[in-house]
């Protein structure tokens, strides 16, 4: 309790940190969400690549223009202000001449408008509300309210850890979200209560079989059970995803990472968080499924 108390005021402070900087919002938003034009160049790098001035690039480019240099330097990231084609052809042509020859084949031009961002921006918000209260009535339905309630803590907490994480990450080190991360949000709520699902089955079985046992007892005979499961099921998720951090490109490495903290912290919280709260409840759990069954009545 005492480690997840002190990652989410991390986490928290993370997210206040990155509002009240220049960033003015909880992560810093990529293209996606801000809208703009972002160009990728690849260098012609034969036996070396030609050495070049920032300042000099920069006087090329569009006014608050952001450059950004990838693998060692073969490769250059622009980003800027929604262009036109023509616009984004003489900003190819600018880079070409100061970075001297790049691969025409191997040039990105995307462009966003704003107004597109923000409707992605706020479709993106939806989803996630949408998707949380899909599982809260399910759980309500399926197990009880009590049981929502836990699952829908735990959801908010992987939520708030995996942000928190990126917002640090967008301080220190510029690192943007874009839809893949509410891509990679919703992956990590659908794995979290997966796992919480089983544990709260495993709970209510326990229930059924020794209703005699202390809440205490009956939380702990049901982590026990699940445990190895658990560690399983997260070992043999994390490794694709660690295969994707190396081998999946740069445009997926952040969406990985996120994929990674997301499957970490929810195996956490599902594991470490949720069933040491459920005893504190006191009494005895709720059991919808305990009064329909007969010969579990007799």
Same mark, same amino acid.
Request: with cysteine; glycine share 8%; proline share 5%.
């Given at each position: 309790?005492?480690?997840?108390?002190?990652?989410?005021?991390?986490?928290?402070?993370?997210?206040?940190?990155?509002?009240?900087?220049?960033?003015?919002?909880?992560?810093?938003?990529?293209?996606?969400?801000?809208?703009?034009?972002?160009?990728?160049?690849?260098?012609? $790098?034969?036996?070396? $690549?030609?050495?070049?001035?920032?300042?000099?690039?920069?006087?090329?480019?569009?006014?608050?223009?952001?450059?950004?240099?990838?693998?060692?330097?073969?490769?250059?990231?622009?980003?800027?202000?929604?262009?036109?084609?023509?616009?984004?052809?003489?900003?190819?042509?600018?880079?070409?001449?100061?970075?001297?020859?790049?691969?025409?084949?191997?040039?990105?031009?995307?462009?966003?408008?704003?107004?597109?961002?923000?409707?992605?921006?706020?479709?993106?918000?939806?989803?996630?509300?949408?998707?949380?209260?899909?599982?809260?009535?399910?759980?309500?339905?399926?197990? +009880?309210?009590?049981?929502?309630?836990?699952?829908?803590?735990?959801?908010?907490?992987?939520?708030?850890?995996?942000?928190?994480?990126?917002?640090?990450?967008?301080?220190?080190?510029?690192?943007?979200?874009?839809?893949?991360?509410?891509?990679?949000?919703?992956?990590?709520?659908?794995?979290?209560?997966?796992?919480?699902?089983?544990?709260?089955?495993?709970?209510?079985?326990?229930?059924?079989?020794?209703?005699?046992?202390?809440?205490?007892?009956?939380?702990?005979?049901?982590?026990?059970?699940?445990?190895?499961?658990?560690?399983?099921?997260?070992?043999?998720?994390?490794?694709?995803?660690?295969?994707?951090?190396?081998?999946?490109?740069?445009?997926?490495?952040?969406? +990985?990472?996120?994929?990674?903290?997301?499957?970490?912290?929810?195996?956490?919280?599902?594991?470490?968080?949720?069933?040491?709260?459920?005893?504190?409840?006191?009494?005895?759990?709720?059991?919808?499924?305990?009064?329909?069954?007969?010969?579990?009545?007799?």
């Amino acid at each position: 309790m005492v480690l997840t108390i002190v990652l989410l005021i991390l986490s928290v402070l993370g997210l206040l940190l990155s509002w009240l900087s220049p960033i003015h919002a909880p992560l810093k938003p990529g293209l996606d969400f801000t809208g703009g034009t972002a160009i990728q160049v690849e260098r012609i $790098c034969s036996p070396s $690549c030609k050495s070049f001035s920032m300042e000099e690039l920069r006087k090329t480019l569009p006014a608050n223009a952001v450059v950004q240099t990838l693998d060692a330097g073969k490769a250059i990231s622009v980003r800027t202000v929604a262009l036109s084609p023509a616009k984004s052809g003489e900003v190819v042509e600018s880079l070409d001449r100061v970075l001297g020859p790049i691969q025409a084949s191997d040039t990105q031009i995307n462009t966003i408008g704003p107004l597109l961002g923000s409707q992605l921006l706020r479709s993106s918000l939806l989803a996630l509300i949408v998707s949380f209260a899909g599982i809260a009535i399910y759980i309500s339905l399926r197990y +009880a309210r009590l049981y929502a309630a836990m699952a829908l803590m735990c959801l908010i907490h992987d939520v708030i850890l995996t942000s928190g994480i990126f917002a640090w990450l967008g301080l220190l080190a510029g690192v943007e979200v874009d839809s893949l991360f509410v891509v990679a949000l919703l992956t990590i709520a659908g794995y979290s209560v997966n796992d919480t699902v089983v544990i709260f089955d495993r709970i209510r079985e326990q229930q059924q079989v020794l209703p005699d046992l202390t809440v205490e007892d009956q939380v702990d005979r049901a982590v026990a059970g699940t445990l190895k499961r658990s560690f399983y099921t997260i070992t043999s998720t994390i490794l694709p995803i660690i295969a994707l951090i190396f081998f999946g490109g740069e445009s997926l490495y952040w969406f +990985a990472v996120a994929l990674l903290v997301g499957v970490l912290i929810g195996g956490w919280s599902s594991i470490g968080l949720i069933p040491p709260l459920l005893p504190l409840l006191g009494g005895k759990l709720p059991s919808k499924s305990s009064t329909n069954n007969p010969e579990l009545a007799a």
